[in-house]
C-alpha cells in the first residue's frame, strides 16, 4: 500500500493546476489580520476551517434555534445541522464548479456563527440596542475577530460578514457567492419538513407551481436547486442561477415566512424570546461585573458588553438564566 505525503505546498500546486479560473487560491489570499507563519500540511483556507470547526461559538449553535424556538423533538433542525447542511450543499456545488472547496466549507461553517438565541426573532430583539439594524452575519465576523479571535484570512472574514442576501456588496469571491445559494437552498429544504413535523402544514400545502417547478419539499428540492446553481453558473460565468429559478425561489421563501416563519400562531412564541432576549440584556447593562471576563473589553461600552453577552448564548441556557433572574422563588 503505497502512501505519499501532501504538504501544504503540493495542495497550493494542486490547485493552482485543477482549479476553474474564477476559483480563490489559497496561496494567493490576502491575508490575516495578524500574519503568522504557514502550516506545514495545511492551507490557509483549510486552516480557517479547522479553526472554525474547533471553536466555542460554533459547538454553541447546537442548541440555538433554527426555526422552531426549543423544540422538543429529537429531529428538529438545529442552528449547528444546518450549518452542517449549508458546508454539504456548498461543497457540493463548489466541487461541481472547480471552486475552492476548503474555502466555501470554512465560509458555510462560519456563515451562522454570530446567531443569536432564538433564531431571526434574536435579530428583531437586539436590534433597539445597536445602531442601525443587528444582523448576525455582521456580528459573526466581531466573534471570530473579537470576541473569539481565530485570525481568519480576509476571504473566509468576507464571506461570512456577505453570507447574507441584505448585505451588500456581494461576497468578493466565488465561494462566498455559493455559500448564498447553498444557506437558502438548505433552509428552505429542510424547513419545511420540519413544518411539516410539527403539524403546521402538509407538503400539499406548498403551491401547486412551486412543487412543480422544485419537486417534492426535501431532498428534490436541494437536488433540483443544486442542479440549477450548477447548471447556470457554468453558462454564466459566475455563480448564479437562471432568472426563471431565482424568482421561483424568492417567492418559495416568501411563501415560507408567511406561512411557517412568520405564522400568527408564532407570534406568541416570538414575542416571549424577546422578552426573554431583552430582559437579560437589560440586567447586563445594569449589572456589567456579571458579565463573564472573556466578554469584557476596556474599550466596550456596557451596552456592547451586555449584547455580545447575550448574542453568543444558547436558547437553553438564555432561558435557564432568565429564569433564575426573573422567575420568583418557589413559583414552581
Not at 490557509?44 to 424556538?69: G, I, N, P
Not at 473579537?146 to 485570525?151: A, Q, R, T
Request: aromatic share 6%; with cysteine; glycine share 6%.
Amino acid at each position: 500500500m503505497g502512501l505519499y505525503h501532501r504538504t501544504r505546498e503540493v495542495r497550493e500546486r494542486e490547485e493552482a493546476q485543477r482549479l476553474a479560473p474564477a476559483a480563490c487560491r489559497a496561496a494567493c489570499s490576502r491575508g490575516r489580520a495578524v500574519p503568522e507563519p504557514e502550516d506545514a500540511d495545511r492551507t490557509a483556507f483549510e486552516r480557517d476551517r479547522d479553526r472554525v470547526l474547533h471553536s466555542k461559538a460554533f459547538r454553541r449553535l447546537k442548541h440555538k434555534t433554527q426555526v422552531f424556538l426549543n423544540p422538543d423533538g429529537d429531529h428538529f433542525v438545529t442552528r449547528l445541522t444546518h450549518t452542517l447542511h449549508v458546508a454539504q450543499v456548498g461543497r457540493s456545488i463548489a466541487n461541481a464548479l472547480g471552486l475552492n472547496e476548503a474555502l466555501t466549507e470554512a465560509i458555510c461553517l462560519g456563515h451562522d456563527i454570530g446567531h443569536a438565541p432564538f433564531g431571526h426573532t434574536g435579530e428583531e430583539a437586539l436590534t433597539p440596542y445597536v445602531a442601525g439594524e443587528w444582523q448576525h452575519a455582521i456580528h459573526g465576523v466581531r466573534v471570530v475577530s473579537v470576541l473569539e479571535p481565530l485570525n481568519l484570512t480576509w476571504e473566509v472574514r468576507d464571506g461570512i460578514r456577505q453570507s447574507s442576501w441584505r448585505n451588500d456588496p456581494p461576497p468578493a469571491t466565488a465561494e462566498g457567492m455559493v455559500c448564498r445559494f447553498a444557506d437558502r437552498i438548505a433552509y428552505l429544504a429542510h424547513d419545511v419538513q420540519d413544518a411539516i413535523r410539527a403539524g403546521v402544514m402538509t407538503a400539499d400545502d406548498v403551491p401547486g407551481h412551486l412543487r412543480a417547478a422544485f419537486g417534492a419539499p426535501g431532498r428534490a428540492w436541494i437536488e433540483t436547486m443544486v442542479g440549477d446553481v450548477v447548471e447556470a453558473s457554468v453558462a454564466a460565468g459566475e455563480v448564479t442561477m437562471r432568472a426563471d429559478r431565482l424568482a421561483a425561489m424568492t417567492e418559495l421563501r416568501t411563501w415560507m415566512f408567511d406561512h411557517v416563519y412568520l405564522r400568527p400562531e408564532a407570534r406568541e412564541h416570538s414575542d416571549r424570546a424577546v422578552r426573554v432576549i431583552r430582559d437579560l440584556v437589560d440586567h447586563f447593562i445594569a449589572h456589567p461585573g456579571q458579565v463573564p471576563a472573556d466578554y469584557r473589553r476596556r474599550e466596550d461600552d456596557p451596552t456592547q458588553v451586555a449584547v455580545d453577552y447575550v448574542a453568543g448564548m444558547s436558547d437553553k441556557y438564555a432561558i435557564r438564566l432568565h429564569d433564575q433572574l426573573y422567575r420568583p422563588a418557589g413559583l414552581y
